[in-house]
C-alpha cells in the first residue's frame, strides 16, 4: 500500500509541476525512487493518461480574444494582442492543479490608434524592444458553480511576475466539458504598477481590466503515461 501511495504521489508531483506532457518513463521514476511498477499501478497511470489526453486543449489564436482596457481622462482605452498562444487542463467539477500555459508576443499590441499603440508599446509602458514576450502559467483551476471557475496562477510581465486570479466562464458546451471545441470567457484584473509600469500614474489608471475570449480544440497529441 505504501508503495501505491509513493507511486501516486509520484505521479501528482510531476502532474503538478507541469510535466504531463514528457515523457514520464524516462523522468519521473528515476527522481522520485519508483522502480518497478506492478499492474494494479500501471493500470492507475494509464486512466490517469486517458483523463488528460481527453481534457487537454490548446488555444486557436485566429479566431480567440485577448484585450485589455484601462480608464483614463479622455475615456477607456483598449487594446489587443493579436498573437499569442497556449494549452489548457480542463476538468469538470472540484478542484485541480491548473495545467494552463499563455505566451503573448508583446509586439503585437494592436489599437485602434497608431500613436496609442506605439506609445503602450515604448520604453514607457511594456518596453517590447527589452521585453517581447508575457506568459501567463496556471497553478489551481476551482470550479464554484456549473460553468464558471476561478483559475489562479502567475503572470509574468517586463520579467516581473505576479499572482493573478482569472474568473472563467465556460460559454459553450457548458454541459459537456470533454467536447471536441470549447470556447471560454477570462476575465481579470491587475495592477500595472506591480509590474513595474508606473508612467502617468495616477492620472491614468492603475487598474488595467483583461478579457479573454477563448476557442480551443481539444489537443490532438496524445498525452502518454507508462
Not at 24 to 30: E, N, S
Not at 83 to 111: C, P, Q, R, Y
Not at 192 to 199: L, Q, V
Request: one cysteine or more; charged letters at 20%.
Amino acid at each position: 500500500m505504501f508503495n501505491k501511495l509513493k507511486s501516486l504521489l509520484a505521479v501528482l508531483i510531476i502532474i503538478i509541476c507541469g510535466a504531463a506532457k514528457a515523457d514520464l518513463d524516462a523522468v519521473a521514476y528515476a527522481d522520485y525512487g519508483v522502480v518497478e511498477l506492478n499492474q494494479q499501478q500501471q493500470h492507475v497511470m494509464q486512466n490517469m493518461g486517458v483523463v488528460l489526453n481527453e481534457n487537454f486543449y490548446e488555444i486557436l489564436p485566429e479566431t480567440s480574444k485577448m484585450e485589455f482596457r484601462v480608464d483614463s481622462p479622455i475615456g477607456d482605452v483598449w487594446a489587443s494582442f493579436e498573437d499569442f498562444e497556449g494549452s489548457f487542463l480542463m476538468l469538470k467539477g472540484g478542484i485541480h492543479h491548473a495545467l494552463t500555459s499563455i505566451d503573448i508576443n508583446a509586439e503585437s499590441l494592436d489599437t485602434s490608434g497608431g500613436f496609442i499603440a506605439m506609445m503602450l508599446k515604448s520604453e514607457s509602458f511594456f518596453d517590447v524592444e527589452n521585453f517581447p514576450s508575457m506568459r501567463f502559467t496556471g497553478s489551481s483551476f476551482e470550479w464554484y458553480s456549473d460553468g464558471h471557475a476561478v483559475l489562479k496562477g502567475y503572470m509574468t510581465i517586463k520579467n516581473i511576475t505576479r499572482q493573478v486570479a482569472f474568473y472563467v466562464e465556460l460559454v459553450e458546451d457548458a454541459e459537456n466539458v470533454y467536447s471536441d471545441s470549447i470556447t471560454v470567457k477570462a476575465t481579470t484584473t491587475i495592477k500595472r504598477s506591480e509590474f513595474g509600469i508606473h508612467t502617468l500614474l495616477p492620472v491614468v489608471s492603475d487598474n488595467v481590466n483583461l478579457f479573454m475570449s477563448i476557442e480551443a480544440r481539444r489537443k490532438t497529441t496524445s498525452i502518454t503515461m507508462r
